[in-house]
């Protein structure tokens, strides 16, 4: 490959990791994180749902200013900027469905025409919802904003699944792992849009973290473990970083970077 494309390709690397099975896992994880991190917070510290969404929303947007600022991939400010979507989301779930009133069925809903409204606005403006893409900061923006969307549209989700049908938490959480088994089985033997499916995934493993966090620490009468929220938080955050140090991160590639490889030939 020349000189000229490879220059060229590495100006088009994504600003988001790839999206491997490290990246499922973690992501997993951050989304267990926001749940009995928000929980910590508005629950155990008493703070309420209202001051909890305040400092939750005021770091994510710190953070995404700083995403968006950098010239690159940064493997730990993106996570931590994942980590404060969904605690954030946490958050403002919790506060539209008890606070306000709306309950777990009408704030999935609300929710869940925003995100499509998001990705229906990126759309018309991008012509793509592609993660490859995220590489210039009006597609960052719309990156983060659907991000965010769906985090507070998972907690809702996972919050009715467990309550409002009877499941409980591990049954919730039971169904949402078997809803990404199907778009994993839909991923590898379809031609279904791998676009659609990453959206599909990605919005799945936040009600699956949210059901699992909760089993984690609600109380024994609600059908938890009631375990320590902090230390569930402080053990799931030193995990997910480990996992940051152990599972290679790279970013993923623009397609145009293909273009650029098909212009400069091979090596």
Not at 132 to 137: A, E, F, G, I
Not at 241 to 264: D, K, M, N, W, Y
């Amino acid at each position: 490959m020349s000189t000229t494309a490879r220059s060229t390709g590495a100006d088009v690397l994504s600003k988001v990791p790839a999206v491997t099975l490290g990246f499922w896992v973690i992501k997993i994880l951050a989304t267990t994180l926001g749940e009995t991190g928000g929980d910590t917070v508005t629950m155990t510290l008493n703070w309420g749902y209202l001051a909890g969404t305040a400092l939750f929303l005021t770091l994510l947007v710190g953070l995404v200013v700083l995403q968006i600022s950098a010239r690159r991939f940064h493997p730990a400010l993106y996570w931590a900027t994942i980590v404060a979507s969904t605690t954030a989301g946490t958050t403002m779930a919790d506060f539209a469905d008890r606070s306000l009133g709306i309950g777990y069925a009408g704030g999935a809903s609300v929710l869940l025409a925003a995100v499509l409204a998001a990705l229906g606005l990126w759309y018309w403006a991008e012509g793509t919802v592609s993660v490859n893409t995220v590489n210039t900061p009006r597609v960052e923006a719309f990156y983060w904003a659907t991000i965010t969307l769906s985090q507070t549209l998972g907690t809702a989700l996972g919050d009715w699944m467990a309550d409002d049908t009877g499941l409980g938490f591990l049954g919730g959480a039971l169904v949402f792992g078997a809803a990404l088994v199907v778009v994993a089985l839909a991923y590898f033997f379809t031609s279904i849009s791998r676009v659609a499916l990453f959206w599909a995934a990605f919005i799945l493993t936040r009600p699956l973290g949210a059901t699992v966090g909760d089993f984690l620490d609600k109380p024994h009468a609600e059908g938890g473990l009631a375990l320590s929220r902090p230390i569930a938080s402080l053990v799931i955050a030193v995990l997910i970083v480990v996992l940051i140090l152990v599972i290679p991160q790279r970013p993923g590639v623009h397609p145009a970077t293909s273009q650029a490889e098909a212009a400069g030939g091979g090596d």
